[in-house]
């Protein structure tokens, strides 16, 4: 069964940092796409990054230059850098992960239960 759970999230005034993380069982990571979303309330959910399994990734043009996304395959983690936060970025952040799927879409099979992300100016 796959089981992906989200955690780092919290409070930050602008131009602070958050790490992400994103554990993942039940599969083997490196086999498999993942990404992050968010939804801020009142919004629909976008993608903001997101890793192929060969490693390739691919950003919002919001985020770009400001976040990174990385994957520790030994760990089965996934992470998501943010750096200069903005009070825009403030959303419930949301891993996914797919065997098929890739890059930004929302046509992922597999979702952890969000954390939340608050920016303040």
């Known amino acids: 069964q796959v089981q992906l759970v989200e955690s780092g999230g919290g409070s930050v005034q602008a131009g602070g940092s958050l790490r992400l993380s994103c554990a993942a069982s039940?599969?083997?990571?490196?086999?498999?796409?993942m990404a992050w979303f968010r939804q801020a309330p009142g919004k629909e959910r976008e993608g903001v990054a997101a890793i192929d399994n060969f490693g390739t990734t691919t950003y919002a043009d919001s985020v770009k230059g400001r976040f990174t996304i990385s994957l520790d395959n030994a760990k089965n983690t996934l992470y998501l850098q943010m750096n200069s936060l903005k009070p825009m970025d403030t959303a419930m952040y949301y891993c996914?992960?797919?065997?098929?799927?890739?890059?930004?879409?929302?046509?992922?099979?597999?979702w952890g239960q969000g954390t939340q992300v608050t920016v303040s100016s």
């Open positions: 039940g599969y083997t990571s490196s086999r498999y796409s």
């Open positions: 996914a992960a797919d065997y098929w799927s890739s890059g930004l879409g929302p046509l992922y099979n597999y």
